[in-house]
């Protein structure tokens, strides 16, 4: 298991890391916080990038599958979105994506949060952590977080 992160810088993987035996299912997180990062490490497309942003469920959708192709991992989650303090690419602060790909499953997710950058960030790694459970089979699609705007 993997992650791409960009508005979460890290913490997602920190929060994983932090799981004692965490190094038994954990490979690795890219922290990809500029738009040249995602496209020449993860290989998000440059079209994708240009047309339809960095905020975007086509680029949270591309940082999940590249990092499963750049870590060897079966299954990769991802975060892009806008922590704040101002808009970016168009999309309000708390406009937040979550990517997940793995074996039968790619899909992104968007959630809007409210609250002050620290609040957006802790808000995104447990959307995160809710998608990637639940594309594990960790939980059923009426889990709390899945679909709701925390």
Do not use: C, N
């Amino acid at each position: 298991m993997g992650s791409a992160e960009s508005l979460t810088g890290g913490a997602l993987s920190a929060t994983i890391t932090a799981v004692p035996g965490a190094s038994d299912v954990w490979r690795g997180a890219v922290v990809a916080y500029h738009a040249d990062v995602k496209r020449d490490l993860l290989g998000v497309p440059a079209h994708v990038l240009d047309e339809v942003g960095a905020v975007s469920p086509d680029t949270a959708l591309a940082m999940a599958q590249g990092t499963r192709a750049r870590l060897g991992v079966d299954i990769a989650v991802s975060t892009t979105g806008v922590a704040g303090p101002r808009a970016h690419d168009g999309r309000e602060v708390g406009t937040v994506f979550i990517g997940v790909a793995g074996p039968g499953i790619a899909r992104a997710q968007e959630f809007t949060f409210t609250g002050d950058r620290g609040a957006i960030v802790r808000r995104s790694v447990d959307a995160a952590l809710t998608v990637f459970l639940s594309a594990m089979g960790g939980h059923t699609a009426e889990a709390p977080g899945i679909g709701e705007q925390l």
